[in-house]
């Protein structure tokens, strides 16, 4: 069964950073877009940052010039590399991916981690 695993969470002091984890396994025939979504307490979930299958990428404008999104194929693995960390950062961090498993008829189907805190805080 596909899964989606997000590691790399943790507490952080503002202006510190972290690196987030996403490994992908299954029977996986591809793997198309991948993204990091956040989400806050009492707010919705945003996209953060989204990679698709040829490399290009788009940031959530608060966070252009300090998140690197990124992802190693060969690993099936999605990162996130987080720097000049703000309290407003603070969220549970969700991997999702567009993933199509190993089947007669492959079809796309989008798959979520179950998230990683990030807490960011004096």
């Known amino acids: 069964q596909v899964q989606l695993v997000e590691s790399g969470g943790g507490l952080v002091q503002p202006g510190g950073s972290l690196r987030l984890s996403c490994a992908a396994s299954?029977?996986?025939?591809?793997?198309?877009?991948m993204g990091w979504y956040r989400q806050a307490p009492g707010k919705q979930r945003e996209l953060v940052a989204v990679?698709?299958?040829?490399?290009?990428?788009n940031y959530l404008d608060s966070v252009k010039g300090r998140f690197t999104i990124s992802r190693d194929n060969a690993k099936k693995t999605l990162y996130l590399q987080m720097n000049n960390l703000k309290p407003e950062d603070t969220a549970v961090y969700y991997c999702?991916?567009?993933?199509?498993?190993?089947?007669?008829?492959?079809?796309?189907?989008?798959?979520w981690g179950r998230g990683t805190q990030v807490t960011v805080s004096s």
């Open positions: 999702n991916a567009e993933i199509a498993e190993v089947a007669i008829v492959p079809v796309p189907r989008n798959y």
């Open positions: 299954g029977r996986i025939l591809k793997i198309n877009a």
């Open positions: 990679i698709r299958s040829g490399g290009s990428t």
